[in-house]
């Protein structure tokens, strides 16, 4: 498998570990965005709607999207909100 194939394969397997958050995040008016995934397996994750300006986004971002990504993709070395 090429690097590029490679990359790939792991954007799709973070995609997979979002969509098992976003339910929880538009059951409250937010969403989130993957924006990128760095080649040192940095997610950077745009945070929307209600999420944006949340003062708990920082949790959110750590303890629920974090968590589950860092769960489903073990590789993945940190989660970082951009705009």
């Known amino acids: 498998m090429s690097e590029e194939e490679s990359r790939e394969q792991l ?3 973070v995609e ?3 969509a ?3 339910p929880s995040l538009e059951a ?3 969403g989130v965005e993957l ?5 040192d397996n940095v997610v950077e994750v745009r945070l929307q709607g209600a999420c944006r300006g949340c ?12 968590r ?10 940190d989660v970082r909100a951009v705009d």
């Open 35 to 39: 924006v990128n995934v760095t080649h």
């Open 55 to 66: 003062p708990m986004a920082q949790m959110t971002l750590a303890m629920g999207i974090g």
């Open 68 to 77: 589950v990504l860092r769960q489903d993709v073990p590789q993945i070395e």
């Open 28 to 30: 409250d008016g937010g």
């Open 20 to 22: 098992k958050v976003r």
């Open 11 to 13: 954007r799709k397997q």
């Open 16 to 18: 997979a570990a979002l």
